[in-house]
């Protein structure tokens, strides 16, 4: 999971994406106002997020650390849908 983590801090953080450094399972990714159509466009693609407005964090989305492909195919995504 330390190695997955690390991947996806260093993918975010090559696309410019602000995130909360976190000890847990998963990740807290600031995506802005979009952050629902990202969500919904990722779940389209068989990607599981979890869009935090629920939580009051409306700019957000949660991602769980998976396996190493799993973690390639979520950033592979969501860079096509932010780019």
Known sequence: MRE????IYAELK???????PS???F??????PKSG???????KKGV???NMKTWGL???IR????????????IKELKKIIA
């Open 48 to 50: 599981i997020v979890r």
């Open 14 to 20: 090559a696309l410019g994406a602000r995130y909360v």
């Open 63 to 74: 991602v769980t650390v998976g396996k190493d492909l799993e973690n390639k195919r979520f």
């Open 58 to 60: 409306e700019n957000f």
């Open 37 to 43: 159509e990202v969500t919904e466009k990722l779940l």
């Open 23 to 25: 000890v847990t399972n």
């Open 27 to 32: 990740i807290l990714i600031e995506l802005g």
């Open 4 to 7: 997955g983590k690390k991947f």
